[in-house]
Each structure stands twice: as structure tokens, then as C-alpha cells.
């Protein structure tokens, strides 16, 4: 869709955001657009948040559509629903954009059937780590509400890679969209981003008469200030990673835990290839290789794991955080990651998350790929 | 009484000094010890097999990588043993382990110390761990628990290492950094330090000493024990206790008993089938995914708390701070106590659930 064709719905602020896009939901449900949603509510402790797919109506007061917090990625939560036969259930995901583009890559890899689930986005200020949020979940909560109140969608309170993050917005693969921005302090926008989104809103009977070159302009603005903070923050993670000596020193701390791996949406498989037998180092061998250097040190492999992870997912990683707020020895590993999947995406020309018919690149055979290649491993040795 | 080498040196460096004549007379194939790395307060664990690298080893270093129970489980036959210098509740995971045939306990000459507790994550993440190391020792020279160490060290009252064939005495020890004091328990520690050029005597523990100490560890214990309500509030304590777990199966990971290659709860058995999750949704109106957040920890509670030798290593990975540890100490611990099981203790006794008797819990259910 062009951007100057990008209309929506204009719906007044009933209270805050929160609550607004809980009427909205409520309406969709009345108005039979689908047989359940998946969105997030606090745990009875009140101090996280998990997914629920809920189906009685009341429990939705009780969810928040914008959860401060990702404890676990949208994505696997739907995955996780769909892992084991298909369900003719009409699913309504209400999810922030960087689980919504997680969600397309897990349906690329066969995890995710999108045939009956519409994808809500919003424009996500960013989340906060699980480590912030724990801390004082009320101070938390109270801190993002602030937030959305006055979006300047620049807050440092975010996570790393949410500051950083310039898919926070409209995606081309969601359904409907809630836009809002700190010009309008009134009003939100539904935007229909595609066939079903269009027929939801015929559903809802709403029209969607309401330009929105000035909320894009905004987003827009914002985008560039996002993409100038990556930049930055990739200058000094491009120090951290590049040559073997960096890469060694900054997973110094790492104990193997693999526990990025289990928070990561990408990282699907049941087991990982480096948890199996097979990536077992033989007794004999470690003697040998203990032997050859007068020690080796232990997790064996942990530079191999890491590199070897990225190898797999790095074309799919949707810089969403998870493995950040996963690892127990405070590890940048999103950045790290997110550094190297933009460089690695560029190098296919693909988009993680960005168009639901793209095939991955390494799922599909071109005579002439990586072209580039000779030029990178010339830069890498000049 | 039992045999004591002393060497005339601090207690690390005089360990140092017996791991390097082992390796040197080529009585053992390497030395299985933490080492410090180049970064500020890094330590791993290594296989050292080069006797000059030894100037980097740190045996006694109060930090737990990994426990090394779960490492030391991944040598298969070994011609030569190999010494390991590990903390008393890594031997007795390790023990654990040989119990469920992932591990052989001939591969390994096993030196282990009166244990003062280790220092969390989160300090050696902060790099706060190098300059607290001087009070660390002094504390423990004087029996005292030092502040920073974990919280599950601070409650653990199995300080004086089980089944180690050497134990060398720090804790409570005044002379740490003029003496190393090391026990001779077993007839393969005996032939090991044949030729080494030091003093043997005849001694022991201070038992008064260690019964202050474990009284103090165990008040701690059942303070943090206390702490733990879930066992009155059936279940929505546990929800409230394990409501924010993630499900990322972290603590599982890094648990020494966990050893299955795959986790039941990660296997395709726990994939619920749609229809399935439809009628619960049906049924309760909603319904939290990824499932079963409350079962899995339960069912790994019923898998292995009995053997549950309480390191910690899953309280200092859970990335919601859940205080896993305790809540898996309190409960393995009652469950041991019915089996009159002690966990890592005698290799030779069966672990409860895989032998089977005619008359078991004739009264379950009856109180």
C-alpha cells in the first residue's frame, strides 16, 4: 500500500490508551470478528505478565493490550497454541510489532499457521526489561502509562534494542493497526492494513475517512532520531564482536546456559543442535585439544554456540530483546545479535518480518547469491 | 584421627603446589580446576594438562561457572584419573550423577575443601568479586559467613565436602594463608601423594567448630525456608510463586541432577493438541500459553528435588528471580527425609524412586 493511501479510523480516547484499545477488542468480539484473543494480562501476583488467549469476554477488562513488559515473546505464545494440529479457531493477536514480524518469520518456518489469526499492532514506545520491571512493578506500571500519555516513543527507560528499534510502527504484514501520536492527545487511529483488516472494520461498521499524513510524518521523524541511536550503539557493539579476540572477551562471562536460545522466538527447534549428542565433544578429544594448548576451558564450544546461533537464526532475528532480559550474566546478546542479523539481512537483501510470502533466504536456492561476498571477505582481510 | 599433608604455603598455593607434582610425576592426566582469565573477575573451570599453566589456577575461588559436577559427568573412561578440585556441593551432585550412570567416579582423583560459599552472578558481573576476595578470606578463616556470598550458601550446612578422597581445611581454618592443611580420606589419596616432599600428620576436623558453624547455616536454612508459603496456600500460592516464570527452562539447564539430554516437559509429550487447548479454553474462558508454567515446575520437582544438593545455580539464572533454589531445597528435603535419603552421600545407596518395595508409604494420604 502507498503511503499517501493509508487512511483509518479516527476513535476518541475513552480514558487511556489501554482502555480504548480494550473497547475496540470488545467490539471486534460483539461483532463477531473472531472466537478468541491473544493478548497479555498480569499474573495474580501482579508482578509480570503472561499471554492468554482468552474467550469469555469479561476477562478481557482484566488484560492489557500494552503490556510495559515482554516477558515472553508474542510469537512463541502463538506457536505454541498451533504446535500440535490446527485449529479452526478465529484468533484476534494483539501483540507489539517486533512479535507480529516473529510471527511471520515462525510461519515462514512451518510454526504458525496465519489463516485464522489477525495480527493488531500499535505503535510500541518500547518495552522494559524484565530486570526494571521486577524491581518495583507499581513504579513500572506508573512510569508507562507516563509514557503513552506524552509518546515521544525516545524514552531511555526502554530496553537497549527498543530504543533503537525503527519497526515500531505500521509493518506491511499486520492486519490492523492502532496509531497514535503526541500532536492528537485526543484521538487514536485503527488502520486497516489489509484484506482482513478491511473486513473487520466492515464488521465494526467504521469508516475510515481519516488522513494520516501528519501522524507518518511523526512516526517518521521519530523513525530517523531511532535509526541514528542504532547507528550508534552498533559503532560500539561492532568493537565487541568483530574478531575472535572481542568475541572471546565479551562472552567471557558465559556459562552456557543457552537460555538466549529458549527465550528466542526464531530459535524453534525442540533441540538445539548444540545441546544434542552430536555437538558432544568426545573425552578423547578434550584431552587431545587440552593437550595441544596446555588447557582448555570450560563450557566448551561457547564462541562456537553463539556463532553457530546466528548462523541459524540471524536472517529471521526480529531484535525484540529476549535474550537480553534471558541471560543471567547481563550479556548485551540482543545487540550483538541485532547488529549482526542487520548486516546479515542486508547481505540477502531480505527483511526479517516484513512480507508473509518472502521466502527465507537460506530456504530457497539462487544460482547468483551473496555476490558481495568476495568484496566482504576482501574487507575482512584488508 | 586421620592423615593431614600439611604444606608450608597459603592453603590455594600449597594445593597448587600438590596439583603440579601430580601432574609432573604424570600420576594424574591433567587438573581439573577454576583458572582466572585475562578479564577481571572471570574464572572457569579448566582441564589443565600443562604444569606451567597452573600459575593461573584459582582451585578455591568461591565462584560457581557451572557446577562442576555436570562437567566432570562428561568424561567417559579415562586411562589416567584425572584431579578435580570441586566444591562440596558439586561432589555430591556429581555423586548424584554416578548414581544415574553419568559419571564414573575411578576417572577422578577428587579434592574438595570446608566450603565458605560462593559469590552470586551478580557481583562477578559487576566485577565486584576481585576486591572483595581479601574479606572473603578473612571471613572464612574465621568462620564467619562472609556478606556477599550467595544466600543459598549461607544455608547450606553441607559445607564439609562427602565422598572427596582429599579435604583440605579453610573454613574456620586461621592459618589459610601460611598452611595448607589437606586430609587424606581414601587409600587412593594415600598412593597419590607417595613421594611428595611434605610433612604428614595425624589430625582432624574441629568438630565443636563445625557444629557452631551448621547450627548457625541451619538457623539461616529454615529462615529462608519460612520465607516459602507455598506449602499453605495449595494452588494459587504456587501460581503466585511461579505466575511470572517464563518457561524458559533455565533452571532446569543448569541443574546437575537435570541431566536428560531432552526435558520431558520440552518433549512433544506436554504439546497439547489444539482441540485439546480449545476445550479448556471452552471450559475456563481463558487460557495462559505457553502452557503449563505451574506443572512443569512441579514435575520437576517430583523428577529430582530428592536429589537436590541445593548449589543454587538455578536461582542465580532465573531471569524473574524466583528463589528456585529454596523452594527446591525445602521441598526436596522433606521428600528425601521419607525416603531417609541423603543426597550425594553414598554412591552405593539406590536413588528412592528406581528401587521398589513391597510396603512403601502404607499411610500416604492417611494424615
Known sequence: M??????????????????????????????????????????????????????????????????????????????????????????????????IRAVVELSKLNQ???????????????????????????????????????PEFLDNYVKSVCKNCDNFSLLPVCDLHVGYYK????????????????????????????????????????????????????????????GFDSLRDTFTHCIGCHNCRSACPICYCRQCYFDSESAKTETDMMLLNAEKRGAITFPLDRIIFQVGRMSHMSLSCVSCGLCTDACPVSIPVADIFSYVAENTQKQFGYKSGNDKTEQIPLKTFQLQEVGGIKELVKDAEG | ???????????????????????????????????????????????????????????????????????????????????????????????????????????????????????????????????????????????NDFKNIRSTCKACDNFIPMNADITVSLFGNKNIDSSCKMFLNSEKAKTMVKGFDTEILEDQLDKTQIEKISKRRTEYKEKLFNEIKIQDTGLDGLIDEFGKCIGCHACSRVCPICYCVLCDFESSTYDDSSSMLESELNRKGGVRLPTDTVLYQIGRLSHMSFSCIGCGQC????????????????IGEKVAKIFDYIPGKDVAEQIPVTIFKEEEFTTLGED
Open chain 1, 183 to 242: 500532536s492528537d492527545k485526543n484521538n487514536v487511529f485503527l488502520i486497516p492494513n489489509s484484506k482482513r483488516g478491511k473486513q473487520n472494520l466492515e464488521k465494526l461498521n467504521m469508516k475510515t475517512p481519516q488522513d494520516l499524513s501528519e501522524w507518518m510524518q511523526d512516526i517518521e521523524e521519530i523513525r530517523k532520531k531511532r535509526v541514528k541511536n542504532k547507528q550508534e550503539r552498533f559503532k560500539q557493539i561492532k568493537n565487541m564482536v568483530e
Open chain 2, 1 to 143: 584421627m586421620d592423615q593431614v599433608l600439611i604444606v608450608k604455603n597459603s592453603a590455594e598455593k600449597g594445593l597448587i603446589e600438590f596439583l603440579k607434582f601430580l601432574l609432573e610425576k604424570d600420576r594424574v592426566s591433567g587438573v581439573f580446576t577454576l583458572i582466572k582469565t585475562k578479564k577481571q573477575d572471570d574464572y572457569d573451570y579448566a582441564l589443565i594438562t600443562e604444569p606451567e599453566l597452573l600459575k593461573d589456577a584459582f582451585p578455591l575461588h568461591p565462584f560457581l561457572p557451572v557446577n562442576a559436577g555436570k562437567i566432570l559427568s562428561n568424561f567417559t573412561d579415562l586411562k589416567k584419573p584425572v584431579v578435580a578440585v570441586i566444591k562440596p556441593c558439586e561432589l555430591r551432585s556429581f555423586i548424584e550423577l554416578v548414581k544415574r550412570t553419568q559419571g564414573n567416579l575411578e576417572n577422578f582423583l577428587l579434592i574438595s575443601f570446608t566450603c565458605g560459599g560462593a559469590f552470586t552472578f551478580s557481583d562477578t558481573v559487576e566485577n565486584k568479586t576481585d576486591t572483595l576476595l581479601s574479606d572473603y578470606w578473612t571471613a572464612v578463616s574465621n568462620a
Open chain 1, 2 to 99: 502507498k503511503k499517501s493511501q493509508i487512511k483509518g479510523a479516527k476513535i476518541s480516547l475513552n480514558k487511556n490508551l489501554k482502555e480504548t484499545i480494550v473497547s475496540i477488542l470488545k467490539k471486534m468480539f460483539q461483532n463477531d470478528c473472531c472466537d478468541a484473543i491473544l493478548m497479555p494480562m498480569q499474573v495474580p501476583a501482579k508482578d509480570s505478565y503472561a499471554w492468554v488467549l482468552i474467550k469469555d469476554k469479561k476477562l478481557i477488562d482484566d488484560a492489557n493490550p500494552i503490556a510495559p513488559v515482554m516477558p515472553v515473546q508474542g510469537a512463541k505464545a502463538l506457536s505454541n497454541f498451533s504446535r500440535k494440529g490446527e485449529s479452526k479457531l478465529k484468533i484476534l493477536a494483539v501483540m507489539k510489532p517486533c512479535e
Open chain 2, 315 to 330: 536461582t542465580e539464572v532465573c531471569p524473574v528471580n524466583i528463589p528456585v533454589s529454596v523452594i527446591f531445597r525445602k
Open chain 1, 112 to 150: 504458525i499457521n496465519l489463516e485464522n489469526i489477525t495480527l493488531i499492532s500499535y505503535d510500541c514506545p518500547g518495552a522494559l526489561s524484565i530486570k526494571n520491571y521486577r524491581e518495583d512493578p507499581d513504579k513500572a506500571e506508573k512510569k508507562f502509562t507516563d509514557m503513552l500519555k506524552k
